[in-house]
């Protein structure tokens, strides 16, 4: 199932996931990534397993399936509540994937601050803050537990690396934001040191955190090779993460045929299904060359 493309659950118009699994068979895209973003419904999982290899291969990703009540999902929380609240979600999405066949489930990087959902991808100075360190800490000791209780299942667990947005620096460095830069990327794999571990680039934080921080874009990808099992792709203008298609003259695309192995996720959002189809035709066309 490595080296496959799918299309986020994000990239439908609707947020109602019988919807987009009815539109996804329809159009014919039958491997799709259960993701953020789906409305609450207690029969979420049922609709889910009623499309299962009639046609529907899945994916799991970060907070699939939604609690009915919102939290805010953070391994690296100093909170007990929300700590223990986000390990259980992530051990039972891992579940999930064992049972629809997933090869891994993947999740987002924690953070050093005390954000609310309303929060999100918005600027963050407002919300507590507590020491990096810390934070590094208990999000090791989190992946540590979570790729032990994956292996156990025969699903890999992935982290992705997290966006600084211009508005999220606090005096001109990141210092709330885990997992943002490749150096960090590469300590978390040496202090989990489990081979079940491994990373989702997504491009699109890559590109946003690039220029916040100033690194090089293409060294990034370079330096996490060795451990990337799946890409999230999405364009941005580089000063906010907002999910935009792409076509083949998208920094990235040439980078995709240096990974045969790994999958791809479309994570556009709210496209047309000739959008989705033109993403996907990108991705074709660049591991084709």
């Known amino acids: 199932m490595t080296g496959e493309t799918y299309v986020s659950t994000g990239a439908f118009r609707t947020r109602d996931l019988p919807e987009i699994l009815e539109a996804a068979a329809g159009a014919g895209l039958h491997r799709l990534e259960l993701s953020s973003g789906v409305a ?20 799991v990703h970060n907070y699939f399936p939604p609690p009915e009540t919102p939290f805010v999902l953070n391994l690296a929380s100093n909170d007990p509540e929300t700590l223990a609240r986000s390990r259980a979600h992530c051990e039972g999405a891992l579940d999930l994937a064992a049972e629809v066949g997933a090869p891994f489930y993947s999740v987002h990087s924690g953070f050093a601050l005390h954000a609310t959902p309303e929060q999100l991808g918005r600027p963050l100075g407002a919300a507590p803050a507590f020491p990096y360190e810390e934070a590094y800490a208990i999000f090791v000791e989190s992946v540590r537990h979570l790729a032990a209780y994956g292996a156990g299942r025969g699903v890999r667990f992935l982290v992705e690396n ?8 606090a005096r001109g460095g990141n210092r709330w934001l885990l997992m943002a830069e490749a150096g960090e990327l590469l300590r978390l794999a040496r202090d989990v040191a489990s081979a079940n571990l491994g990373f989702l680039v997504d491009v699109g934080h890559v590109n946003v955190s690039a220029r916040s921080l100033g690194f090089d874009r293409r060294a990034f990808v370079e330096a996490v090779a060795g451990h990337v099992a799946a890409f999230h792709l999405s364009d941005n203008d580089g000063a906010a993460d907002d999910n935009r298609p792409f076509d083949g003259a998208a920094w990235f695309v040439p980078l995709l045929r240096e990974f045969p192995g790994a999958a791809v996720v479309i994570e556009a959002y709210r496209l047309e299904l000739a959008q989705i189809r033109a993403c996907a035709a990108v991705v074709e066309a660049a591991r084709a060359r």
């Not at 049922?46 to 529907?56: A, K």
């Open 40 to 59: 609450f419904r207690p029969d979420l999982r049922d609709g889910v397993r009623r499309y299962l290899g009639r046609p529907h291969r899945y994916l």
């Open 162 to 169: 997290n966006v600084v947005a211009p508005f999220n620096l």
